[in-house]
């Protein structure tokens, strides 16, 4: 892709002939034991826009995301054998993954629209579909209740949302609007988790 190695903040760039076997689910094991999950392809976007040459020549070439399984320490120059299947694969549906995520926000914590969409590793763009994937998910035994809008405001299509937050030692607080109506919203500076 013709991007300086460390141009991207990346924490490790594997050279390998078997580009093929580098997909989610593979595990990576250095010859010193450190084990990285393959999670998840990335594309390109427009977090490399200011150390790509030319994006047009990124299209259908992807990055892929890893997690720490064992740590250790990884030197330049150490071998890495490859495992594929080792791991179940992420979903590639987002819905998928938003419901895969919702059950991670640890009780007495909020997120952001934001927040999940850097989780699920999606466009921020993504923001507008949250509401969306929130208001298909209600009938699912899952914590929707521990998502915010930006400014920490509930939403008023999660149902008994406050009392729930309340029940886990969220502080709400609901002010009357001008229409009569309850409004809540939580302190971020307490209660928001960037897992």
């Given at each position: 892709?013709e991007?300086?190695?460390?141009?991207?903040?990346?924490?490790?760039?594997?050279?390998?002939?078997?580009?093929?076997?580098?997909?989610?689910?593979?595990?990576?094991?250095t010859?010193?034991?450190?084990e990285?999950k393959?999670?998840?392809?990335?594309?390109p976007?427009?977090?490399i826009f200011?150390?790509?040459?030319?994006?047009?020549?990124?299209?259908?070439r992807r990055?892929?995301?890893?997690?720490?399984?064992t740590g250790g320490?990884?030197?330049?120059?150490?071998?890495?054998?490859?495992?594929?299947?080792?791991y179940?694969a992420?979903?590639?549906?987002?819905?998928?993954?938003?419901?895969?995520?919702?059950?991670?926000?640890?009780?007495?914590?909020?997120?952001?629209?934001?927040?999940?969409?850097?989780?699920?590793?999606?466009?921020?763009?993504?923001?507008?579909?949250?509401?969306?994937?929130?208001?298909?998910?209600?009938?699912?035994?899952?914590?929707?209740?521990?998502?915010?809008?930006?400014?920490?405001?509930?939403?008023t299509?999660?149902?008994?949302?406050?009392?729930?937050?309340?029940?886990?030692?969220?502080?709400?607080?609901v002010?009357?609007?001008?229409?009569?109506?309850?409004?809540?919203?939580?302190?971020?500076?307490?209660?928001?988790?960037?897992?």
């Amino acid at each position: 892709m013709e991007i300086a190695a460390g141009a991207l903040r990346e924490n490790l760039v594997i050279s390998s002939s078997s580009r093929e076997i580098f997909r989610p689910g593979t595990a990576l094991i250095t010859n010193s034991g450190v084990e990285i999950k393959l999670t998840m392809f990335c594309e390109p976007c427009k977090r490399i826009f200011p150390v790509a040459r030319d994006l047009g020549s990124m299209i259908n070439r992807r990055g892929i995301l890893g997690s720490i399984e064992t740590g250790g320490i990884i030197l330049v120059g150490d071998t890495i054998s490859l495992h594929p299947g080792r791991y179940a694969a992420l979903p590639k549906s987002a819905h998928q993954k938003f419901l895969d995520f919702v059950p991670t926000i640890p009780a007495g914590k909020v997120v952001r629209y934001l927040d999940v969409t850097i989780a699920i590793g999606v466009a921020d763009s993504f923001v507008r579909a949250i509401p969306g994937f929130i208001k298909r998910s209600v009938g699912y035994d899952i914590p929707l209740h521990r998502i915010v809008n930006a400014q920490g405001k509930l939403l008023t299509y999660i149902p008994n949302q406050a009392e729930k937050l309340s029940d886990e030692g969220v502080q709400v607080e609901v002010k009357t609007g001008l229409s009569g109506s309850t409004l809540g919203a939580v302190d971020l500076a307490s209660h928001l988790w960037q897992g």
